[in-house]
């Protein structure tokens, strides 16, 4: 069979299989997606750190794709935790990359990058430490942890089902947000749990899920500030994990609070009579824009430092004239931040960079800022990119035509005309370090493919 692109779209290659009659060969993990476009360039695929292939189509294009190692510089200062592939917290070592899967479906999502954040929890996974308390006490009793987990039981007699922190940690200044997480088993009498924080009496707020139901539901009193339900998930059978945002009101919050109970409302939690149980895994709360991957802590509060990684100029392909990048990831970002994926040269007149814009309401877009601020920038507009779903976005600069434009999810956005020269890319190192992301593939060419190359390549036709 002759060496053909087209014989090659869509068709998965094993690892060993004879692929002479296609004019390639093929070495190393996983599958192959061929390149679709007439442009020499570079691919990094997030896969594992050892997955490395070296094609040659007779000579016609050529996709050069380098390990972990050899294309990026990863740096952490801390250990950091991510999803394996069996669906499992585990831990990275210090300055090793985290290769983060889908919790459900065990799907292998990409490389984790976070920005540094604190989880303020001093006992995360002990919730009989002398740093946690209850309400209800003497009519609750708390036991563990076994097997990952703490067994919290309120009896029937007790009037009030919160299991809060200790007051002096986990507190919120007024305006400032913070996510709350927790993984839980519910037991007996305990289908609705619910996170939140107090300030003080009739002053608190709280968001909750039902696992029968799969109602969500928030409660506030007075001006404590503002609850939101971010997202539940099965990650096991009958185990749960929570995530919760908190907005301080008009003063600093002094607990984290959890209620558990079989109330089908947030409001409803506080004075239910049957008998709870329901087991803990953890519980997470730190400040900032988007939830991000879980901290352990043992009588201590414990920062993660920041994933730093960048692919060095040496191996950039980008020219002076022309160019296209494209990446491919999940948006695990909150929809009040901005996440930047993708810069190359960080001064404040000579940069490309690309960016998921949150805007509220749970809405996103993604922006690129080409050359400096003046340059008005080319946006998708208000795009459905919610937390943990996939984006695909293209971006191409010509400077012989004078325009840029954008492509994501198989949408056009652009051209965008410009006047100026431009960026200083070439042989520029590419910074990939981001407030929140998790980044699956990255293609670099060293031309401007077309519109409809662009649309191709996000997923459009």
Request: negative net charge; charged residues 20%; hydrophobic residues 35%.
């Amino acid at each position: 069979m002759a060496s053909s692109i087209d014989n090659l779209i869509n068709v998965a290659f094993r690892e060993g299989q004879d692929l002479s009659g296609f004019g390639l060969k093929l070495g190393g993990k996983g599958d192959y997606r061929p390149p679709q476009f007439d442009a020499e360039s570079l691919k990094f695929e997030y896969i594992d750190t050892n997955g490395s292939y070296g094609i040659d189509l007779n000579g016609s294009r050529f996709l050069q794709k380098l390990t972990f190692a050899e294309s990026q510089t990863f740096t952490r200062a801390t250990t950091g935790t991510f999803v394996g592939a069996n669906g499992q917290i585990q831990t990275a070592a210090i300055n090793a990359p985290r290769f983060t899967h889908d919790p459900v479906t065990r799907e292998l999502q990409g490389l984790l990058i976070e920005e540094q954040r604190t989880n303020v929890i001093i006992d995360s996974e002990d919730l009989t430490a002398a740093s946690w308390k209850s309400f209800s006490s003497p009519d609750t009793t708390v036991s563990g942890p076994v097997a990952g987990y703490t067994t919290i039981s309120f009896s029937a007699t007790s009037s009030d089902r919160r299991y809060p922190r200790n007051t002096g940690v986990g507190t919120v200044a007024a305006g400032e947000v913070g996510f709350i997480q927790a993984r839980f088993k519910p037991g007996a009498g305990c289908t609705t749990i619910a996170l939140g924080a107090n300030k003080g009496p009739n002053k608190f707020l709280w968001a909750s899920f039902n696992t029968d139901t799969g109602i969500s539901d928030t409660y506030t009193v007075s001006d404590a500030g503002v609850s939101e339900f971010i997202s539940a998930t099965e990650v096991e059978p009958n185990v749960w994990e929570l995530t919760v945002k908190v907005t301080g009101g008009d003063g600093e919050f002094r607990e984290i609070v959890a209620h558990f109970g079989d109330g089908d409302s947030a409001s409803g939690l506080r004075n239910n009579s049957p008998i709870a149980d329901c087991d803990v895994g953890f519980v997470q709360f730190e400040r900032g824009d988007a939830a991000t991957s879980y901290i352990p802590t043992a009588g201590t509060q414990v920062t993660r430092a920041a994933d730093d990684v960048f692919i060095p100029g040496s191996v950039n392909p980008l020219t002076e004239t022309q160019g296209t990048i494209y990446l491919e990831g999940v948006a695990d970002f909150g929809p009040d931040g901005i996440s930047s994926i993708f810069k190359i040269n960080e001064t404040n007149t000579n940069y490309i960079r690309i960016s998921i814009d949150g805007i509220g309401s749970k809405e996103s877009q993604i922006e690129v800022l080409y050359r400096n601020s003046t340059q008005t920038p080319v946006r998708s507009g208000n795009l459905s990119v919610p937390p943990g779903s996939r984006y695909k976005v293209a971006f191409s600069y010509n400077d012989f035509a004078k325009e840029i434009n954008l492509a994501v999810n198989g949408t056009i956005y652009g051209p965008v005309s410009y006047t100026h020269d431009v960026p200083s890319v070439a042989g520029e190192d590419i910074v990939l370090n981001t407030k929140n992301n998790i980044l699956s593939d990255l293609h670099l060419y060293p031309e401007a493919l077309s519109e409809s190359e662009l649309i191709t390549l996000t997923g459009g036709t």
